[in-house]
């Protein structure tokens, strides 16, 4: 008996230990593991702005490279973010930098489900392959604030990261889970009187169990996921005493940031509010700060620029070293905010001006923060690049521009030899085919575009034929057609013109509320992955400009009411004014408007007053572009504001009415090298959009002839998008006299090879893109196209364009849908 007690407790301690380890988590963050990596002090951090800013700018204005760059990913990943992602790992890594991936969850925390984590951990693995430096993983940052969506909802959150933190570890080699609340002062943020957020029940946020959720419950622990899932905690920790309304440039007061991360070494136990010695100190857990100092240029009163950052860096680079040696990260915000809708621009920046830098950089050389490179140059060698197509430079760039001039120039030539005549257009029907042609190229760009799957046909779409999209000639060739048609009536028959404009107006609006509610219907399926057409990532081309890019939209914001009983009050109009639904679906808002005041416009050009109508359209587009005013709240107005892209409607209208004047002016022989002119020039201005520095995929080919810089400078100053700059308003007028000429003269051929496909899409286009936004959602739902195939998405248009033009020739559901 004695013999078996013996070997029991030889045995016993062992048999334990072995279930403990079989019984562990797989991502157990063990304090040994997550020491600072560097010995010297924290590292030296930034979040730029990477729509407008780089790592290379910013090292130059810093002097050296930061430790760790900060970039923000969404959950879920599209192809196109993926792309982003890969050429700010390689950026990070050209600089010899850690990266800090901050993940933001884009659908509701509750959804943040295994198939989706493990999606986006896959793509973080794929993008970050052969790179060696630290990959820091920061999951939704300041949960526990009530400006982010997935704030304040600590059940939901806790399970969300330990999803996400599960599917980081198996699928990267040592990814770094960083936890990171904002700063308690002030929590819960809101009116003490609340006793829930919300109206949801308490839960977890009465930590002191008083039954009110106020000032006295705990900031952070009600959002803490885990020793065993957290490596760092982080914190975001900001110099901003503003409040609503009320801004000053302040400086900050003595020992203000050390207040924000509470004493280093509490009298007694830490309070709740004490992070750094509950989380950086009591857990043994490296401390990343996220940082900056409130400055505002249009806030008159207060101190200077660098009196207010100067006062706040000296504060945070001391911390170190006044017992805090647990902060082994101080990461920079050097980007701009907007708040009050834009009337007031918050610069957190502190390497923008130089002076400022050259202060900031001596103060960190003068600190014993680390900056970079802190990866040794042969890590870099294993990087897999940024995806890229082929770059022709010198000889061979020019050499390819002057072939292209060379073969447009013979295209414009050939028609007068006697061969090539009895090629040309001769039909004299109401109905123009090569109109027809021209909207059915069109709607493929559209398709395509909205579609977003890397393939083979964005070598064509995307700001390959100029610097125009498809919205832009679909605007155009729609007024065209609107003139050819209502033009011959308009003077003796407006009753009849109005009558039909209003109906077609008002089917449109009644078009777009039935795909926005259907598209709304659809996203309550819980099988069923809405967010490609409920939710917009801005790509720096919107109203918001390029500071803008990488913010995502919620598209259906607060929709979810229309389900309750009864409906607040605010949401009916927000759905009648077209203020919510999918972005590639919300310029039929425009369509509505333009088409009701068509009639306004045909009358005018049937008095022969042409020069008053383009002169008021140009007056209109001009305010427009200067103030960027929005005449309407509806959601068009964001992407195709109304004052701007009117002027493509009515240069549409106007060339409709007017097509045999036109037509029959450029036919004269004298005028012939004025055609050949506009050709040339349209030419040229798809050359200069090969030279842009963006790649659409691997195959893609750009012509070295400007300047990167060059090339952005030109490009942001007359081709922007939203408001449609003077060079690609010109650009695609001229894209559309060049192709109308193309099929003029070339009609018999390009009709016998093209016509039969693009002719009915063009006839039909509004039915097809009305088809094209549930398209869309169904591409999105088809994993294996998110895998970024080039061939098998190149297959996958293949199957949609068909599939869209059968429907279109077997005239499916024609009664249904309009055309």
């Known amino acids: 008996m004695k013999s078996t007690w013996g070997w029991t407790r030889l045995f016993a301690p062992l048999l334990v230990a072995l279930l403990l380890m079989v019984a562990a988590p797989a991502h157990a963050a063990d304090p040994a593991e997550t020491l600072m990596p560097s010995e010297e002090g924290p590292f030296l951090g930034a979040l730029l702005d990477w729509a407008t800013d780089s790592t290379t700018d910013h090292a130059e204005r810093l002097g050296t490279p930061a430790a760790l760059y900060g970039r923000t990913v969404p959950l879920p990943m599209s192809e196109q973010e993926q792309g982003y992602l890969r050429a700010y790992v390689g950026q990070v890594a050209d600089q010899g930098a850690h990266a800090l991936l901050t993940v933001r969850p884009d659908v509701p925390l509750g959804d943040v489900d295994d198939p989706r984590a493990s999606a986006l951990a896959a793509q973080v693995a794929d993008v970050t392959e052969g790179y060696e430096g630290i990959v820091f993983v920061r999951f939704a940052p300041q949960m526990n604030a009530p400006w982010v969506p997935w704030g304040q909802q600590p059940e939901a959150y806790r399970e969300a990261f330990r999803i996400l933190a599960a599917a980081m570890d198996d699928e990267l080699e040592d990814p770094v889970m960083v936890w990171s609340p904002t700063a308690a002062e002030d929590y819960p943020f809101r009116d003490q009187a609340k006793t829930s957020p919300s109206g949801g029940a308490l839960g977890m946020l009465d930590t002191d169990g008083n039954g009110t959720w106020d000032f006295d419950d705990d900031a952070y622990a009600p959002y803490y996921p885990g020793d065993d899932v957290v490596d760092w905690v982080g914190l975001s920790a900001y110099h901003d005493e503003t409040d609503g309304a009320s801004m000053a440039n302040a400086v900050p007061e003595r020992g203000e940031f050390e207040a924000l991360l509470g004493p280093a070494s509490p009298a007694g136990l830490p309070l709740p509010e004490d992070f750094y010695a509950t989380y950086a100190a009591g857990r043994d857990r490296p401390l990343l700060v996220e940082t900056a100092a409130f400055y505002s240029p249009d806030v008159e009163d207060g101190a200077s620029e660098a009196e207010v950052k100067s006062a706040w860096w000296d504060q945070v680079l001391a911390t170190p070293g006044n017992g805090y040696d647990r902060i082994g990260a101080v990461v920079w915000n050097e980007t701009i905010e907007q708040r009050q809708d834009g009337a007031v621009s918050v610069d957190w920046r502190v390497t923008a001006e130089p002076g400022l830098a050259s202060a900031f950089a001596q103060r960190v050389e003068d600190s014993d923060t680390v900056t ?387 002719a009915p899409l063009g006839q039909a286009t509004l039915y097809v893109f009305i088809l094209h936004v549930f398209l869309i959602l169904a591409a999105a739902n088809i994993p294996a196209l998110r895998q970024g195939d080039i061939w098998l998405n190149t297959a996958a248009y293949i199957l949609i364009l068909a599939l869209l033009w059968t429907m279109v020739r077997t005239r499916f559901l024609f009664r249904v849908i309009p055309r």
């Open 372 to 758: 970079g490179p802190v990866i040794a140059e042969s890590a870099l060698d294993g990087v897999a690049p940024p995806a890229t197509g082929t770059v022709l430079n010198g000889t061979a760039a020019w050499t390819t521009a002057a072939a292209v001039l060379a073969t447009a120039l013979a295209l414009c030539l050939l028609p007068l030899s006697g061969p090539a005549r009895q090629w040309a257009y001769a039909g004299s029907a109401s109905r123009d085919p090569r109109i027809d042609m021209l909207r059915g190229v069109a709607i493929i760009f559209v398709v395509v575009n909205h579609v977003g799957l890397t393939s083979l046909f964005q070598l064509l779409t995307q700001e390959t034929i100029g610097v125009v999209s498809g919205a832009e000639l679909f605007v155009l060739l729609s007024g065209a057609v609107l003139g050819l048609v209502y033009g011959p009536r308009i003077r003796d028959q407006l009753g009849d013109v109005v009558d039909r404009t209003s109906k077609r107006a008002w089917k449109l609006y009644v078009t777009a509320l039935v795909v926005v509610l259907l598209v709304l219907a659809l996203s309550r399926l819980p099988f069923l992955d809405a967010t490609a057409v409920t939710t917009f990532t801005d790509q720096g081309t919107g109203a918001a400009g390029t500071g803008g890019a990488g913010t995502v939209y919620d598209l259906y914001a607060g929709m979810a009411g229309l389900f309750q009983f009864p409906v607040p009050s605010h949401l009916v109009p927000d759905l009648f004014l077209l203020q919510v639904g999918p972005w590639q679906f919300n310029i039929m808002g425009l369509y509505v408007i333009l088409l009701a005041l068509s009639p306004i416009v045909l009358l005018a050009l049937s008095r022969g007053r042409t020069w008053l109508v383009l002169a008021s359209s140009l007056a209109l587009y001009a305010v427009g572009t200067v103030t960027k005013v929005r005449l309407l709240p509806s959601q068009f107005e964001d992407s195709f504001p109304l004052l701007v892209w009117q002027v493509l409607f009515v240069l549409g209208m106007t060339a409709g009415y007017h097509r045999r004047r036109i037509v029959a002016w450029f036919s004269h022989p004298h005028r012939r090298v004025l055609l050949w002119t506009c050709a040339l020039l349209a030419v040229t201005l798809a050359v200069f959009s090969w030279t842009s520095p963006y790649f659409t995929n691997a195959y893609d080919v750009r012509l070295a002839l400007l300047p990167e810089q060059t090339f952005r400078t030109v490009y942001d100053g007359f081709f922007e998008r939203t408001y449609l700059g003077p060079g690609r308003l010109l650009n695609v007028v001229l894209v559309i006299i060049t192709g109308y000429a193309l099929l003029t003269a070339y009609w018999k051929p390009l009709e016998r090879t093209l016509g039969w496909f693009l």
